[in-house]
């Protein structure tokens, strides 16, 4: 196996214009890989830090140090190693920044620089980089979660629900699931629009509402789902991120859109009265990150209807994952590789939620830029579902556009998971 020849890293621009660290990483037998830092706005509070410069300049979102570090310490860390080893590769950065949060060299130049190695490896073996993650052969595309409207952090709070998305569950191809999507995006476009309630798009590509309320945002996308022809919940259903550690505040919960205050258990029976009355399959962060009794009672309670993600509750850790499991909390992870900071740890995490028993959807963030390997960690880990954000903006259709290439190119031996994670629901 060949060796790191050069490690370049370089400022980028992400979706949301701010600054990220890109990192191009070329073999001594010619071949590349190159990876770029997404980044949150709606942060778990255990995720890796980011190195940004912090003062006036670009609202401290500047990332000349880390840029700085990958060009010195980073390239003096990789530069003759073998590109055989991952894990070794990615044990060498992890010591190299020396601390639990990734705060010296920065979980940014830490995630790039991880999928650096991991591209070039593949293309050094001339083979996709989905090929080369399985385990076993498996040509099962995981279904897509969709994000139709934008609120929470990605929409300066205009509802308090983060994201309400669709799940094309009911589809035979990934192709055609994405074509119904395209079609429920424009009705509920549409729809928004006739009542004066269109006020642009969220920093996802969703519609940023003017909802009245947060249920008016399940009542539209079953509505739009079905003006577009689909059945709500058998074909199209609807998955929520209420990322509900950003509407907690001094430990009670507040949907600020309706003046509204809620305890623990009015706010779970809220939740339990949309179940009811919408096609919902999926609740992300249902209860805020520090909520362990309300996470496990909400499991609890609707852990056998419905897809319970921790995204901020489990932050992509192992560690984490093997806890709720102990606690009966979840039964969905939420895997995004810079919350872990490298790519063996990313992997780490999905290896605990196989081991548990969870189910896992590998996440983008809502700053992405245009590159598209989650795609393909997605589809090589053997995830059940992967979320993007919504259905338009180049830095979402990327990705949506890679699995349709990824899928076309296996032909007949394609498949897709479609409504199978919903169907066999583990017991909480
Ligand atoms: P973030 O949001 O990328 O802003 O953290 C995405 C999510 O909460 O799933
Ligand atoms: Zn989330």
């Known amino acids: 196996m060949t060796t790191i020849a050069r490690v370049e890293g370089r400022r980028i621009w992400d979706s949301r214009g701010r600054p990220t660290v890109e990192i191009d990483v070329t073999l001594a037998d010619g071949s590349r890989g190159r990876g770029m830092a997404p980044a949150g706005a709606s942060m778990g509070s255990g995720e890796a830090l980011e190195l940004r410069d912090g003062?006036?300049?670009?609202?401290?979102?500047?990332?000349?140090?880390?840029?700085?570090?990958?060009?010195?310490?980073?390239?003096?860390?990789?530069?003759?190693?073998?590109?055989?080893?991952?894990?070794?590769?990615?044990?060498?950065?992890?010591?190299?920044?020396?601390?639990?949060?990734?705060?010296?060299?920065?979980?940014?130049?830490?995630?790039a620089a991880s999928l650096a190695l991991l591209n070039a490896r593949?293309?050094?073996?001339?083979?996709?980089?989905?090929?080369?993650?399985?385990?076993?052969?498996?040509?099962?595309?995981?279904?897509?979660?969709?994000?139709?409207?934008?609120?929470?952090?990605?929409?300066?709070?205009?509802?308090?629900?983060?994201?309400?998305?669709?799940?094309?569950?009911?589809?035979?191809?990934?192709?055609?699931?994405?074509?119904?999507?395209?079609?429920?995006?424009?009705?509920?476009?549409?729809?928004?629009?006739r009542r004066g309630q269109l006020q642009g798009v969220a920093d996802e590509g969703g519609y940023w509402p003017a909802f009245q309320h947060n249920e008016e945002g399940v009542e539209e996308l079953t509505r739009a789902i079905e003006e577009a022809g689909f059945a709500a919940g058998g074909q199209v259903a609807i998955a929520l991120d209420a990322a509900a550690s950003q509407w907690r505040k001094d430990g009670q919960y507040r949907w600020q859109?309706?003046?509204?205050?809620?305890?623990?258990?009015?706010?779970?029976?809220?939740?339990?009265?949309?179940?009811?009355r919408y096609p919902i399959v999926s609740i992300e962060d249902p209860l805020a990150e520090d909520d362990h009794d309300g996470m496990r009672e909400f499991t609890r309670r609707f852990g056998g209807r419905i897809q319970?993600?921790?995204?901020?509750?489990?932050?992509?850790?192992?560690?984490?994952?093997?806890?709720?499991?102990?606690?009966?909390?979840?039964?969905?992870?939420?895997?995004?590789?810079?919350?872990?900071?490298?790519?063996?740890?990313?992997?780490?995490?999905?290896?605990?939620?196989?081991?548990?028993?969870?189910?896992f959807i590998v996440s983008a963030r809502s700053g992405e830029t245009e590159d598209a390997t989650m795609v393909h960690l997605a589809l090589g880990w053997g995830a059940d579902g992967f979320k993007v954000g919504s259905f338009t903006r180049s830095e979402r259709m990327a990705k949506w556009n890679e699995m349709l290439r990824i899928e076309e190119s296996m032909g007949r031996r394609a498949g897709y998971r479609g409504a199978e994670p919903f169907l066999s629901r583990p017991a909480p």
Not at 268 to 273: C, K, Q, V
């Open 122 to 193: 593949a293309a050094s073996r001339g083979v996709p980089l989905w090929r080369m993650l399985q385990e076993t052969e498996n040509h099962s595309i995981p279904v897509p979660e969709i994000q139709i409207f934008g609120g929470g952090a990605h929409a300066r709070g205009r509802c308090d629900i983060q994201d309400f998305l669709v799940v094309p569950c009911g589809a035979l191809s990934y192709a055609e699931g994405l074509e119904w999507v395209a079609e429920v995006y424009a009705c509920a476009g549409r729809r928004l629009a």
């Open 257 to 276: 859109l309706e003046s509204r205050d809620f305890t623990v258990a009015q706010l779970l029976d809220e939740y339990g009265r949309w179940l009811d």
């Open 308 to 359: 319970v993600v921790g995204d901020d509750y489990l932050v992509t850790s192992a560690a984490r994952i093997e806890q709720a499991a102990r606690a009966g909390i979840c039964n969905t992870v939420l895997i995004k590789p810079n919350q872990a900071g490298t790519v063996t740890e990313t992997a780490a995490a999905v290896a605990a939620a196989k081991r548990v028993g969870y189910r």
């Open 55 to 111: 003062g006036e300049r670009l609202g401290g979102y500047d990332v000349r140090r880390a840029v700085e570090l990958a060009n010195t310490e980073v390239r003096a860390l990789l530069v003759g190693q073998p590109i055989a080893d991952q894990a070794q590769l990615d044990a060498l950065l992890v010591a190299a920044d020396g601390t639990s949060a990734r705060s010296r060299l920065g979980g940014n130049t830490l995630i």
